[in-house]
């Protein structure tokens, strides 16, 4: 069954580094996403991804975020300067269609700023 | 309404019987609503959908309600078993996809 990636499982970084947290979605699929979960917490919308540009975005998707499809398949988050704050599991998940169709999450990328 | 920090609402039941976990959703304005499994340490992982204009769908050993009126969302499953243990949560989306905070079911032998 068709699953989604995501690259590295657990990523250590110091305050103020950039990171990059990676993603393949599923093959077939348009609809791309970026979530964050705070240890405890419920997941919470970043951004929607369609056609190479950002179709929704969160008050949490500030301008220290950004997200790319470098290539036909691989999605990436990047944080430029990490804070304390950003230290969350970070999932990506993707659709076939826009909204109301099933959502598919990858298993997460646990990131952890010192 | 919201549900933040680190204790989430627990239901335990024994294997074998059934469950039943609520959701309360927002927006009246949301049209399609997903139930997510997520175990520890792990993604979501998809369960059942159902869309605004049903109030009954039923999947494998699990039946998601839908009352629009009051705004509420119920998964219920069917046997419970052990492998079922996991934090349950609502998805409902109007513009974007908003999660709730997460039920977590214990199973008991």
């Known amino acids: 069954e068709p699953e989604v990636t995501q690259t590295p499982s657990h990523q250590v970084t110091q305050m103020g580094q950039e990171v990059i947290l990676r993603c393949v979605p599923i093959s077939n699929h348009l609809y791309f996403y970026w979530y964050r979960q705070i240890l405890g917490q419920k997941v919470e919308f970043l951004v929607s991804f369609y056609n190479n540009e950002i179709s929704e975005k969160s008050e949490i998707f500030d301008d220290q975020f950004s997200v790319e499809r470098p290539d036909g398949s691989n999605f990436t988050l990047k944080i430029r300067s990490t804070k304390l704050e950003d230290s969350a599991m970070y999932f990506c998940?993707?659709?076939?269609?826009?909204?109301?169709?099933?959502?598919?999450f990858g298993p997460g990328t646990r990131l952890t700023v010192l | 309404g919201e549900s933040v920090g680190l204790h989430l609402p627990t239901l335990s039941v024994q294997e074998g019987d059934n469950s039943i976990i609520n959701c309360a959703y927002s927006n009246s304005a949301s049209d399609y609503f997903i139930w997510y499994k997520q175990e520890s340490g792990k993604g979501p992982q998809f369960i059942i959908d159902i869309r605004s204009n049903m109030d009954k769908r039923q999947g494998q050993r699990v039946t998601v309600l839908l009352n629009k009126t009051v705004k509420h969302l119920s998964l219920q499953i069917a046997a419970t078993q052990p492998g079922d243990s996991a934090v349950y949560f609502c998805a409902e989306y109007g513009q974007n996809f908003v999660f709730g905070p997460g039920t977590r079911l214990s199973v008991l032998p």
């Open positions: 998940a993707s659709t076939s269609g826009n909204g109301g169709t099933s959502q598919y």
